[in-house]
């Protein structure tokens, strides 16, 4: 595992969390960041995402407003803050690297990160 995440927790609803997740800079620096959230038995799907440099960034729908991601590339950091946290948004969470050379893109698409932290559960009681 070349990307570590953390900063899960159980937490009430309207709670915020803050995730955080570290990867080797060679990786880091040449790559769009993202974060995916699964269930058991559920499809892995994308929450939210940052081009390289941090000049992009995209979310699903129900993050808009809530969730904000950012990149500190000094750190080799990624986050991934999440305010007023439902039951909805209980999963574990991952981050992903996706190696790229555009400075915008920002990929919703789970086979295009080839690099994956092991995740960290939240979970958010009503």
């Known amino acids: 595992v070349q990307l570590q995440a953390s900063g899960g927790g159980l937490v009430q609803a309207g709670d915020s969390l803050r995730l955080s997740c570290t990867a080797p800079?060679?990786?880091?620096?040449?790559?769009?960041m993202g974060w995916f959230r699964q269930l058991p038995g559920k499809e892995r799907e994308f929450v939210a995402g940052i081009s390289r440099y941090g000049g992009n960034t995209r979310y699903i729908e129900s993050a808009k407003g809530r969730f904000t991601i950012s990149r500190d590339d000094a750190k080799n950091l990624v986050l991934l803050q999440m305010n007023g946290l439902t039951p909805e948004d209980t999963a574990v969470y991952y981050c992903?690297?996706?190696?790229?050379?555009?400075?915008?893109?920002?990929?919703?698409?789970?086979?295009?990160?080839?690099?994956w932290g092991q995740g960290t559960l939240v979970t958010v009681s009503s």
């Open positions: 800079g060679s990786i880091f620096k040449t790559s769009a």
């Open positions: 992903a690297a996706r190696r790229t050379f555009s400075t915008m893109e920002v990929t919703t698409r789970r086979e295009n990160y080839s690099y």
